[in-house]
């Protein structure tokens, strides 16, 4: 396993880069995971703008005034958090991932000073720059009518889906913890550890439903269009999980491994060097140089590897609904089949996943299996009444395709 990105160098090409351990490999593949959703994304959306389907909306924008105190001071505030604090996390998130992690971010103990202030200076300059090249265009303050097509908002979507989802998977996930103190509570909230991901759709698709009202954008044309991208940044954000052993594993594998050219990290694995370092200590690390050495702990037994499992069934689901999106007419319906596919999905990895469960009216499910029940029955319902409404839709397009 690769807690952070120096030690999957090391391990593929055998070079010790030790800045390199700045950059989780959680974090690294989740950047990823949104970066692929919102190439995803863009692409249904221009599909659906050549198609008619999807129009801007005209904004009217204030030009040419000078550079306000205000903007300046929120720039400079941003970079500040962002070098003093961001790099600190990526550098130390051992700190941010144990009880003290509300102390940890509140402290300005914990903090880099030169790149709080290089921070404040990159923000502010880019600010500048920016005004002065509007500056240049118009010299007077204007307002200006612009259209803004709805793919041009998806950075705007993306950002809102990361930060609400972020926060929507921690406080589900602080949902299943019996807190002792209101402090041990915010601590948890802090910490990196522990995130439920129906928190954060859940979450994110409240706050992105929010925005594109806002924006007057059709509610199931965008629906329908990010359908395939969550499946995509799903998938990609598990081998985070894997790659990084952030205790997202499955149960122990007592099976014995029905064939023999099937290896052993896809049947029964016990994640050494896992970010957790939970398990045995490893004596010799797991072949690690001595700079290397701060996880060094594997399993006892081998696991379900749910994260490859998972990422393996996400890239097929995106697949098959990136195919359906192109013959589907009724706006909505796509969407009702990715709900379908999702409740499938992880009900099924829940069977074999580290979870707590629930008894519910004789039920003994996990939490999140009881939510796969629920979107899998509101996609039923939603892709039967909406598949009449396709039938509808096609045959009305071939009488008015068919000659007289």
């Known amino acids: 396993m690769y807690p952070n990105l120096r030690y999957a160098v090391y391990d593929i090409l055998g070079l010790d880069i030790q800045s390199l351990q700045l950059i989780q490999m959680y ?61 600190y996390a990526i550098a130390h998130s051992e700190v941010f991932m144990g009880s003290n992690a509300k102390d940890a971010f509140l402290s300005l103990q914990h903090g880099y000073w ?60 602080m949902t299943e913890i019996d807190y002792t103190s209101f402090d041990s509570a915010m601590n948890d909230f802090f910490s990196g550890s522990g995130l439920s991901i129906y928190g954060g759709l859940i979450l994110g698709f409240i706050s992105v439903v929010y925005y594109i009202r806002k924006k007057k954008i059709p509610f199931f044309q965008m629906v329908d269009a990010a359908a395939p991208a969550i499946f995509l940044a799903y998938g990609v954000g598990r081998l985070g999980c894997h790659f990084s052993g952030d205790g997202d594993w499955g149960d122990p594998n007592p099976y014995t ?22 398990g045995d200590l490893m004596t010799d690390c797991g072949g690690y140089p001595e700079g290397l050495t701060d996880f060094c702990h594997i399993l ?65 499910l996990s939490q999140a299996q009881y939510i796969a029940i629920a979107l899998f029955t509101i996609g039923v319902l939603g892709t039967i009444f909406m598949t009449k409404r396709q039938r509808d839709l096609v045959a009305a397009e071939k009488q008015q395709n068919t000659p007289l």
């Open 27 to 87: 974090g690294f593949l989740l950047a990823l995971a949104f970066l692929a959703s919102g190439w995803a994304l863009t692409t249904d959306l221009k599909r659906r703008e050549r198609l008619g389907l999807l129009e801007g909306i005209e904004e009217q924008q204030e030009v040419g005034r000078p550079l306000a105190i205000a903007d300046i001071a929120t720039s400079a505030i941003l970079g500040f958090l962002l070098g003093f604090k961001g790099v």
């Open 300 to 364: 006892p037994q081998g696991v379900f590897v749910t994260p490859v499992y998972e990422f393996i069934m996400s890239v097929v689901i995106f697949g098959i609904l990136w195919k359906l999106r192109h013959g589907i007419k009724a706006h909505g319906l796509l969407f009702f089949i990715y709900l379908i596919f999702n409740g499938l999905e992880r009900f099924t990895i829940e069977m074999v996943r580290v979870n707590d469960d629930y008894t519910v009216g004789g039920l003994n």
């Open 257 to 278: 491994k029905p064939f023999s050219w099937l290896p052993d990290w896809l049947w029964a694995y016990r994640y050494p060097n896992n970010v957790l370092n939970q």
């Open 114 to 173: 030169i790149t709080g202030i290089l921070g404040t200076l990159l923000f502010v300059g880019i600010k500048y720059r920016e005004k002065r090249k509007e500056l240049a265009e118009y010299p007077t303050p204007t307002t200006i009518a612009k259209t803004v097509m709805p793919h041009e908002r998806v950075s705007d979507i993306v950002i809102i889906a990361a930060i609400s989802g972020i926060v929507g998977s921690k406080l589900l996930y």
